[in-house]
Nanobody, 120 residues
Framework: QVQLVQSGGGLVQAGGSLRLSCAASTSRFSINSMGWYRQAPGKQRELVAAATTGGSTKYADSVKGRFTVSRDNRNAVYLQMDSLKPEDTAVYYC???????????????WGQGTQVTVSS
């Protein structure tokens, strides 16, 4: 069973930067869509950014111009977060799906989550 291992995150002041990384436990086949969701206390989980192996990307409007999602050729996904705001505070989850549709759901593979806290 494929697992996703996340790293990065932590505490940063507003205006600062953080980088999240996520790697799948296998490189035997290509995982077409990988990305990041986040969930703040009392709020629904929302898609932050995602990318396909073909280079297509999707971003939440709230992070466009500040966050950058990238892939490598070994089933890993990264999220560079710049100009962070307190409202970016949430648990960030890596997600992977074999389809190249940039769509994720209960049948997708989910990481364990990592806390990102932005202080004002």
């Amino acid at each position: 069973q494929v697992q996703l291992v996340q790293s990065g995150g932590g505490l940063v002041q507003a205006g600062g930067s953080l980088r999240l990384s996520c790697a799948a436990s296998t490189s035997r086949f290509s995982i077409n869509s990988m990305g990041w969701y986040r969930q703040a206390p009392g709020k629904q989980r929302e898609l932050v950014a995602a990318a396909t192996t073909g280079g297509s990307t999707k971003y939440a409007d709230s992070v466009k111009g500040r966050f950058t999602v990238s892939r490598d050729n070994r089933n890993a996904v990264y999220l560079q977060m710049d100009s962070l705001k307190p409202e970016d505070t949430a648990v960030y989850y890596c997600v992977a799906d074999p389809r190249d549709l940039l769509q994720f759901g209960p049948t997708s593979i989910w990481g364990q989550g990592t806390q990102v806290t932005v202080s004002s």
